[in-house]
T-cell receptor, first 112, second 116 residues
Framework: AQSVSQHNHHVILSEAASLELGCNYS??????LFWYVQYPGQHLQLLLK??????LVKGIKGFEAEFIKSKFSFNLRKPSVQWSDTAEYFC??????????FGAGTTVTVRA | DTGVSQDPRHKITKRGQNVTFRCDPI?????LYWYRQTLGQGPEFLTY????????KSRLLSDRFSAERPKGSFSTLEIQRTEQGDSAMYLC??????????????FGPGTRLTVT
């Protein structure tokens, strides 16, 4: 079945540590890729997106993601996390031009 | 606040009752989407509208579910004869209609439904 897989269910880090969250998808053809973030008590917010061009994309709050077509991956990274990065992170693939398919999410807890 | 709004934020109902949720999209957006999210999972697509036309319905949307967007602005999602398995967060999102802006979906806060 076509799907979006996020490798980690829960990640616990200390402040200033580096973060990398894995995301793999199984859809063929052209894809548009997203990372969404949900901070505690808030709604889903778009963190960054990839449509085409440079496979390394930068988003808000110092996050970046790299699209590797040969690996069907779109991993999220941040060199140095802060306590305020505690949130749930969702990888998503746009199927066609309207249907988002989400991974199960990764909860990131940053300890001060 | 000009984001997507949803009402109510929480709904507790007894099994067998009907419930209706409302979504108000970002005003200039003419695409509107409904998703459902259960604990430990990402959102799952339910249906989407372009203006007032409902263009796709997921297999997840049984006959007990109906969504409308009568004037191409706000939308309602009704669940008839609720079941405990309907307990979930119901999310609404909106986007523009053309070009790359149509790819960016903006989500509302959701309506959390609990069926007892």
């Amino acid at each position: 079945a076509q799907s979006v897989s996020q490798h980690n269910h829960h990640v616990i880090l200390s402040e200033a540590a580096s973060l990398e969250l894995g995301c793999n998808y199984s859809y063929g053809g052209t894809v548009n890729l997203f990372w969404y973030v949900q901070y505690p008590g808030q709604h889903l917010q778009l963190l960054l997106k990839y449509f085409s061009g440079d496979p390394l994309v930068k988003g808000i709050k110092g996050f970046e993601a790299e699209f590797i077509k040969s690996k069907f991956s779109f991993n999220l990274r941040k060199p140095s996390v802060q306590w305020s990065d505690t949130a749930e992170y969702f990888c998503a693939v746009l199927r066609g031009d309207y249907k988002l398919s989400f991974g199960a999410g990764t909860t990131v807890t940053v300890r001060a | 606040d000009t984001g997507v709004s949803q009402d109510p934020r929480h709904k507790i109902t007894k099994r067998g009752q009907n419930v209706t949720f409302r979504c108000d999209p970002i005003s200039e957006h003419n695409r509107l989407y409904w998703y459902r999210q259960t604990l430990g999972q990402g959102p799952e697509f339910l249906t989407y509208f372009q203006n007032e036309a409902q263009l796709e319905k997921s297999r997840l949307l049984s006959d007990r579910f109906s969504a409308e967007r009568p004037k191409g602005s706000f939308s309602t999602l009704e669940i008839q004869r609720t079941e405990q398995g309907d307990s979930a967060m119901y999310l609404c999102a909106s986007s523009g209609a053309t070009g790359s802006i149509s790819y960016e979906q903006y989500f509302g806060p959701g309506t959390r439904l609990t069926v007892t």
